[in-house]
């Protein structure tokens, strides 16, 4: 099946970067991680599970607002694997980071997310 593995995560300053990673293996028949979208969903202790950033296979990305600017979602579809960088990070975007994939045909909707992984930790302090 589909397994979906983060890594990259940790803790840092405020100001400072990390990059996230996402490897996606496994196989299933009719569908290749290329047709797949992906995104980067976050939650924070207290908080509801919010879509930080996604990219479909034509190329178009979505970011949450509060992220804009800062973040950047990419591929490299020869490795299979997601990235989310994180620039100029605050402590506000501390939570845990998971890596999530849809069949495009679904709308970019987090319920419309079927494979998850078992996220990464990110610990920005002021």
């Known amino acids: 099946q589909v397994q979906l593995v983060e890594s990259g995560g940790g803790s840092v300053q405020a100001g400072g970067s990390l990059r996230l990673s996402c490897v996606v293996s496994g196989y299933v028949s009719g569908y290749t991680y290329s047709s797949r979208c992906m995104g980067w969903f976050r939650q924070a202790p207290g908080k509801e599970r919010e879509r930080v950033a996604s990219?479909?296979?034509?190329?178009?990305?979505r970011y949450e607002d509060s992220v804009k600017g800062r973040f950047t979602i990419s591929k490299d579809n020869a490795k299979n694997t997601l990235y989310l960088q994180m620039n100029s990070l605050k402590p506000e975007d501390t939570a845990m980071y998971y890596c999530a994939a849809r069949e495009c045909y679904y709308m970019d909707y987090e319920v419309n997310y079927i494979y998850w992984g078992q996220g990464t930790q990110v610990t920005v302090s002021s």
């Open positions: 990219i479909d296979t034509d190329g178009r990305t």
